[in-house]
């Protein structure tokens, strides 16, 4: 099981109204107005990147799609079902927006995986969706070997980040 890593973070407050939300922005403007500040588990939401100190906000950005589309994509989106249930309606199932949904995601997560090449999308896969320390996947546990395939992933989420618009050529360089 993969190690909790706790984080805190700004998000919306789900149980404020619209017209709650206007009053308070009106009576005191600021970027938290209407936020809620809230725990979470970062190896939940971008898997081994959460143990990385040297990680920047499009790097979590990436590997949070990618981590979410690779799940969607290869994990199981039916819910559980009675297969002793009675049967009441037997047409066949309807696409909806749901599976489209789904198929995008799947391409937009296999072009990636195309973009990146073999070996950087393994590693991405290694560490943020499966959660394999970095110390596991170098060759040896030396520093030295650990820094160089922490700057491999680096490089594939900035190629990640890049390809989805969380990072411009120029941004990169500041």
Not at 4 to 8: D, E, L
Not at 115 to 130: E, F, M, Q, S
């Given at each position: 099981?993969?190690t909790?890593?706790?984080?805190?973070r700004m998000?919306?407050?789900p149980?404020m109204?619209?017209s709650?939300y206007y009053?308070?922005?009106?009576?005191?403007?600021g970027p938290?107005v209407?936020?809620?500040?809230v725990?979470?588990?970062?190896?939940?939401?971008?898997?081994?990147?959460?143990?990385?100190?040297?990680?920047?906000?499009?790097h979590?950005?990436a590997a949070?799609?990618?981590?979410?589309?690779?799940?969607?994509?290869?994990?199981?989106?039916?819910p559980?079902?009675d297969?002793?249930?009675?049967?009441?309606?037997?047409?066949p199932?309807?696409?909806d927006?749901?599976?489209?949904?789904?198929m995008?995601r799947?391409?937009k997560?296999?072009r990636?995986?195309e973009?990146?090449?073999?070996?950087?999308?393994?590693?991405?896969?290694?560490?943020?969706?499966?959660c394999?320390?970095i110390?596991?996947i170098?060759r040896?546990?030396h520093s030295?070997?650990c820094k160089?395939?922490?700057?491999?992933?680096?490089?594939?989420?900035?190629?990640l980040?890049q390809?989805?618009?969380?990072?411009t050529?120029h941004?990169?360089a500041?």
């Open positions: 099981m993969a909790q890593i706790k984080a805190h998000v919306q407050d149980m109204t619209d709650e009053h308070q922005r009106a009576n005191k403007p938290n209407g936020k809620v500040m725990e979470e588990n970062l190896t939940t939401r971008i898997g081994g990147l959460a143990r990385i100190r040297d990680r920047l906000g499009h979590e950005r949070e799609d990618f981590k979410n589309g690779y799940e969607q994509m290869y994990g199981n989106g039916a559980a079902a297969a002793g249930r009675t049967q009441v309606d037997t047409s199932i309807a696409h927006s749901g599976m489209a949904a789904k995008d799947g391409v997560i296999s990636a995986i973009g990146l090449g073999k070996d950087r999308a393994n590693l991405v896969i290694a560490v943020i969706v499966l394999i320390p110390k596991e170098a040896t546990p030295r070997d160089s395939t922490t700057a491999e992933l680096m490089q594939a989420l900035d190629i980040a390809r989805w618009g969380y990072l050529a941004s990169k500041s």
